[in-house]
């Protein structure tokens, strides 16, 4: 697989390519499918929807890794706080996390609840191209910590900030068992058939340095260490968001460093290239036109060069709205600009 090769740094015939939320709204086979399932939810939880979605991107965009088909809030929603998802609002909890109590209360062992995720995990290993890499993802503690404090995505992150700082060891005690539980949850998508795992720190970046590297990254540190203990041939991406100037600051036990678009990849490349293989980091909305996209991408190429230490990837995920045509087109100038 050359996904998994470039992961562990490996000569390969030109630079992998996959995009974040590369299965969604901009293609029309999505739309069709999403409109099968009365709720997000059950899209998520649906073995035979979830499984078509996830190869949708192999067959149309042709892209050298499937990443599953979920949502990072499923954990949450297991661990017994009752999700939905709003029309124009997004993931909403109605019973939050506000103290000790409503921490212990929390049902022990909920990644044993989430069978239909490894079932799908199967389901997609087993129907995907022997080529072709299946990533399999969760959201990081700091960032499932903030929805469940919050009750929904948040600008100032109020609840989170104010544990963080008036009661830090409610934060700790929440972030400690949403670690052993991530760590189940990952360690179960390995085995069902996953062939790389990725974390996602989306609101990283909410945190200044010090309380990010206590509250997130080390969490962070210890979720890969043990993962790597269990599954040490499967390699391990970490997207924390918004940390550009953290850079020298973050190490750990994992193979790829996904580079938000906010992130030079010329400094990333100096300060994280010696160490970790680089993914990342087009702009998504440079996709809008095609000129500022093959712009973005030479652009990319010659700061990375040929180094089979590479995986190019967009700085976020896809945007609803985006022209399917630009990314068909992107897969191709991609794997066109940087063969070898």
Not at 201 to 209: I, K, N, R, T, Y
Request: glycine letters at 8%; one cysteine or more; charged letters at 20%.
């Amino acid at each position: 697989m050359i996904f998994i090769d470039a992961c562990f740094r490996k000569p390969t015939p030109y630079t992998p390519i996959w995009l974040m939320r590369q299965a969604g709204r901009y293609l029309s086979e999505y739309q069709e499918v999403r409109r099968q399932a009365k709720h997000f939810l059950d899209l998520c939880a649906n073995v035979k929807l979830a499984t078509e979605v996830t190869l949708q991107p192999i067959e149309i965009l042709d892209v050298d890794a499937a990443i599953l088909f979920s949502d990072i809030l499923l954990l949450p929603h297991a661990m017994g706080l009752p999700l939905e998802f709003l029309p124009n609002m997004g993931p909403k909890f109605s019973r939050t996390i506000t103290n000790l109590e409503d921490i212990q209360a929390l049902k022990p062992q909920a990644h044993q609840q989430l069978g239909y995720v490894y079932e799908i995990v199967a389901n997609v290993r087993a129907q995907l191209d022997k080529s072709k890499a299946l990533i399999g993802f969760s959201g990081a503690p700091w960032t499932l910590a903030t929805y469940m404090i919050e009750g929904q995505g948040s600008k100032t992150y109020q609840h989170s900030k104010k544990l963080l700082y008036g009661q830090p060891q409610v934060l700790h005690a929440l972030l400690e068992k949403l670690s052993a539980e991530l760590i189940a949850y990952l360690s179960k998508q390995a085995e069902a058939g996953a062939n790389a795992l990725m974390l996602f720190d989306s609101w990283a970046g909410a945190l200044e340095l010090e309380a990010y590297l206590t509250f997130g990254w080390s969490y962070i540190q210890q979720i890969t260490h043990a993962l790597k203990a269990k599954h040490p041939n499967v390699p391990l991406i970490i997207f924390p968001k918004g940390v550009g100037a953290y850079l020298g600051h973050l190490n750990g036990d994992f193979e790829v460093f996904g580079c938000d678009w906010g992130t030079p990849l010329k400094m990333a490349q100096e300060i994280l290239g010696d160490r970790y293989v680089l993914q990342g980091n087009l702009e998504p909305a440079r996709l809008y036109s095609q000129e500022a996209m093959i712009q973005g991408v030479e652009r990319i190429l010659k700061v990375m060069g040929k180094d089979p230490g590479f995986i190019f990837n967009l700085g976020h995920g896809m945007i609803a709205d985006l022209p399917r045509v630009h990314a068909l087109e992107l897969v191709h100038l991609v794997r066109e600009k940087s063969r070898r």
